[in-house]
């Protein structure tokens, strides 16, 4: 169960007969399958007027970083306003007429992963309009696990804007509380956020949030591989059944086949065929650290590679590896030789200053 089971079960709706705007996508279902525009319209509690889509579109088709245009739902006859296209966060005219906002999204618990920021900046949409908002929990593939550095404002931009770890561990529901508490201008937001206490990630039942996430595994190693992004000859198989679990790339260095890093959690298989680099698997989640993991084998290739390889080649894009990580000192520390120890020890040093 979900918290959409959980509104579900009440017996009187709160704000009868508001008119809705929701944040959704396809993977918003219930535990039977049923998506949450379904779901409520059924019940007749509400007037669904709009429909408002995050990074990949409503219905989860788009690439990442491809704009998605604003359109009409082809069964529902709603608009559907794109968070993803010429405006990331809603304008003013988008919520005109509006009592309510939901939002219901599968999120992951990274930072870097753009619905995080598309909750903060509806949020504030929804506090300076007046409209009062419910969050939908749903559980997370990396609950409870946090790791990464935290948010350097000079690094702030739509794939880092929650000033938290890079990984965070928590659904959208507990990050919407946490935003609400430590950002003034959203104190005044009314929020709700519907959970249930006992719900767990379903591997049988997983939808993919986007298209390359496309099982809980990948989900999990997601921060430990997303940094390709920033790194032009790095392949993670993106869109396949391994994306995020697969990190090859041309020559990859003959003795980290053989002898791969120790990991957090997490173990390395070397590739065979064509491709080589490594098969990454979580052996213990409770011990598993993604983004100390991802440092731990970036130090190993600079020390294999030379750091040119990882960043001063032509089609790397560092300002990138940085947006990414939410701060310029991991980038900077891996070019100044530092070890994986050294750069992870610095995350709690800084946390601890603040």
């Not at 990331?88 to 992951?108: F, G, H, K, T, Y």
């Not at 935290?150 to 507990?174: A, T, W, Y």
Request: net charge negative; proline share 7%; hydrophobic share 40%.
């Amino acid at each position: 169960m979900s918290g959409l089971d959980r509104l579900l079960q009440e017996k009187h709706l709160p704000f009868p007969g508001a008119r809705v705007g929701i944040l959704a996508h396809h993977a918003s279902v219930n535990l039977h399958g049923r998506h949450t525009v379904d779901c409520l319209l059924e019940t007749k509690a509400w007037r669904i007027e709009k429909l408002f889509s995050p990074e990949h579109g409503f219905f989860g088709r788009a690439a990442a970083g491809e704009e998605v245009e604003n359109s009409l739902h082809p069964t529902w006859k709603i608009p559907v306003h794109s968070l993803y296209g010429e405006h990331r966060s809603p304008p003013p005219a988008w919520l005109e007429n509006l009592d309510l906002m939901i939002v219901d999204l599968q999120d992951l618990g990274i930072r870097c992963y753009t619905y995080a920021s598309s909750l903060l900046l509806m949020m504030r949409a929804c506090a300076q309009a007046g409209i009062p908002m419910l969050v939908i929990e749903r559980p997370t593939p990396l609950a409870g696990i946090v790791d990464g550095p935290d948010l350097d404002p000079q690094c702030e931009s739509f794939v880092g804007m929650i000033d938290l770890p890079l990984v965070f561990g928590r659904g959208q529901g507990d990050l919407a509380e946490f935003l609400k508490s430590h950002h003034s201008g959203l104190r005044d937001l009314q929020l709700q956020v519907f959970r249930d206490s006992d719900a767990v990630v379903d591997t049988e039942k997983w939808i993919p949030p986007s298209p390359a996430i496309v099982s809980p595994a990948c989900a999990r190693l997601y921060p430990v591989t997303v940094w390709c992004e920033a790194i032009a000859d790095i392949d993670v198989d993106r869109g396949n059944a391994d994306s995020f679990a697969i990190w090859c790339m041309p020559d990859f260095p003959a003795e980290l086949l053989k002898n791969p890093p120790i990991f957090k959690g997490m173990r390395a298989t070397a590739l065979t065929g064509k491709r080589s680099g490594y098969h990454f698997q979580i052996d213990e989640l409770s011990r598993f650290k993604p983004v100390e993991n991802a440092v731990i084998l970036l130090c190993a290739l600079r020390d294999h590679l030379g750091v040119e390889r990882l960043f001063s080649q032509p089609d790397n894009r560092p300002e990138f590896f940085d947006k990414l990580m939410g701060t310029s000192s991991v980038r900077e520390q891996l070019m100044a030789g530092l070890s994986a120890e050294e750069i992870v020890n610095s995350w709690s040093v800084s946390r601890q200053s603040t």
